[in-house]
């Protein structure tokens, strides 16, 4: 049997005729950047994460850079943010001359509240934390230390459409949330795209201007902005799909589940918490004998992940800050024993039980 890490056509599948008819329409009415279609999706994912707006942009990168410049950091400036991120978190605060503060992580992957006062100084001007994996951070926690140090948060919402606190959707806790809607999130276009969420009517009207050259109307440009737009068709592609979000995620919940029963006695799998919704945007188990078991699986046509084996402030990009191995015992850890399984919504059982069956088989023989 084949398991492919992902398989992208067949939601597409599901959706074919809807997709080709929106593709059409706009075609023939020629409406392609900046139209009704992005306004409706804007509305649609603002009410979906229950917030005051949300703004189409080119890409989750672009939505962590917009969302930075929006709260006026400066060169001087450091941002605290876990080590185990993508590297967009990083470089998007690199990029805009300011300095990436990385601390460490806890068990269930994202960022540690208890270590991030230790890491605030004169210069700090916001906490970056990261929904990995598709699970929420401590966001209550996070909050009310950046409201004591009087600081902004942006939360790093990619991996984490749909997933709550209670009832409160990720993305709609910070002063903005960042969302990615590659092809491989759980919310995905048919290329690049990217989403801001926010309640704060002034970094909206700031951040609808940096999308599109710091416009304010065609001919005045108030402040230098960038052209990062979420497409029509892409906003339009994004807005058939959210209708089916809620069951898809509820589709990688149910298989996280299974994969946990099934392996938790075995292998080290992510723990469940109360009162939080995960979407699993990654399926993350950590073994010791991980690079061998990813052999192994691969060997019997399981194509699986590891997100990532190289911390942030162990990149070369990183190397003039100054970090070493060591500095994030936690990070450092996982790294090394972290490996993602298929998870999608169209995965079938029986692949789910064809994956459990060859880990089980791998922890007897080895
Ligand atoms: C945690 C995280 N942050 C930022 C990004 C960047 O998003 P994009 O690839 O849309 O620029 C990604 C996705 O790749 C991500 O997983």
Same mark, same amino acid.
């Given at each position: 049997?084949?398991?492919?890490?992902?398989?992208?056509?067949?939601?597409?599948?599901?959706?074919?005729?809807?997709?080709?008819?929106?593709?059409?329409?706009?075609?023939?009415?020629?409406?392609?950047?900046?139209?009704?279609?992005?306004?409706?999706?804007?509305?649609?994912?603002?009410?979906? %994460?229950?917030?005051?707006?949300?703004?189409?942009?080119?890409?989750?990168?672009?939505?962590?850079?917009?969302?930075?410049?929006?709260?006026?950091?400066?060169?001087?400036?450091?941002?605290?943010?876990?080590?185990?991120?993508? *590297?967009?978190?990083?470089?998007?605060?690199?990029?805009?001359?300011?300095?990436?503060?990385?601390?460490?992580?806890?068990?269930?992957?994202? *960022?540690?509240?208890?270590?991030?006062?230790?890491?605030?100084?004169?210069?700090?001007?916001?906490?970056?934390?990261?929904?990995?994996?598709?699970?929420?951070?401590?966001?209550?926690?996070?909050?009310?230390?950046?409201?004591?140090?009087?600081?902004?948060?942006?939360?790093?919402?990619?991996?984490?459409?749909?997933?709550?606190?209670?009832?409160?959707?990720?993305?709609?806790?910070?002063?903005?949330? %960042?969302?990615?809607?590659?092809?491989?999130?759980?919310?995905?276009?048919?290329?690049?795209?990217?989403?801001?969420?926010?309640?704060?009517?002034?970094?909206?009207?700031?951040?609808?201007?940096?999308?599109?050259?710091?416009?304010?109307?065609?001919?005045?440009?108030?402040?230098?902005?960038?052209?990062?737009?979420?497409?029509?068709?892409?906003?339009?592609?994004?807005?058939?799909?959210?209708?089916?979000?809620?069951?898809?995620?509820?589709?990688?919940?149910?298989?996280?589940?299974?994969?946990?029963?099934?392996?938790?006695?075995?292998?080290?799998?992510?723990?469940?918490?109360?009162?939080?919704?995960?979407?699993?945007?990654?399926?993350?188990?950590?073994?010791?004998?991980?690079?061998?078991?990813?052999?192994?699986?691969?060997?019997?046509?399981?194509?699986?992940?590891?997100?990532?084996?190289?911390?942030?402030?162990?990149?070369?990009?990183?190397?003039?800050?100054?970090?070493?191995?060591?500095?994030?015992?936690?990070?450092?850890?996982?790294?090394?024993?972290?490996?993602?399984?298929?998870?999608?919504?169209?995965?079938?059982?029986?692949?789910?039980?064809?994956?459990?069956?060859?880990?089980?088989?791998?922890?007897?023989?080895?």
């Amino acid at each position: 049997m084949k398991v492919p890490f992902v398989n992208l056509g067949l939601q597409y599948q599901a959706i074919r005729n809807q997709i080709i008819d929106k593709f059409d329409e706009l075609s023939k009415k020629g409406e392609y950047i900046l139209g009704e279609e992005l306004e409706n999706f804007e509305k649609d994912f603002s009410k979906y %994460c229950g917030t005051k707006f949300a703004i189409g942009v080119g890409n989750g990168s672009d939505a962590l850079t917009l969302s930075l410049r929006a709260i006026e950091l400066e060169k001087q400036n450091e941002v605290i943010m876990p080590g185990n991120s993508f *590297i967009a978190t990083a470089w998007t605060v690199a990029n805009l001359g300011a300095k990436p503060v990385f601390i460490d992580v806890l068990e269930d992957f994202n *960022i540690d509240p208890s270590l991030i006062e230790q890491a605030v100084t004169k210069n700090t001007k916001a906490i970056i934390p990261v929904h990995w994996t598709g699970r929420m951070a401590n966001m209550l926690q996070i909050n009310d230390i950046a409201k004591k140090h009087n600081l902004h948060v942006v939360e790093d919402a990619a991996q984490s459409v749909g997933a709550s606190i209670g009832l409160q959707k990720s993305g709609s806790f910070g002063i903005t949330g %960042c969302f990615s809607l590659h092809p491989l999130k759980n919310l995905h276009v048919h290329g690049d795209g990217g989403v801001i969420t926010t309640n704060d009517d002034k970094i909206y009207n700031i951040v609808k201007k940096l999308r599109n050259h710091g416009l304010k109307n065609r001919d005045t440009s108030e402040l230098w902005g960038y052209n990062s737009r979420l497409d029509n068709i892409q906003a339009a592609i994004a807005r058939i799909k959210l209708p089916y979000l809620d069951g898809w995620n509820k589709k990688f919940i149910e298989i996280a589940n299974i994969y946990s029963n099934e392996l938790k006695n075995i292998v080290e799998v992510p723990k469940e918490e109360k009162n939080k919704i995960s979407i699993y945007h990654r399926y993350m188990i950590q073994h010791p004998n991980r690079d061998k078991l990813k052999k192994f699986l691969q060997e019997n046509g399981i194509e699986t992940k590891i997100n990532y084996p190289i911390p942030l402030h162990l990149q070369q990009a990183a190397s003039s800050l100054g970090y070493k191995i060591g500095d994030l015992p936690n990070v450092e850890k996982q790294s090394k024993l972290i490996l993602s399984l298929p998870i999608y919504a169209e995965l079938e059982y029986n692949q789910i039980h064809y994956i459990i069956e060859k880990i089980k088989k791998f922890n007897q023989v080895f």
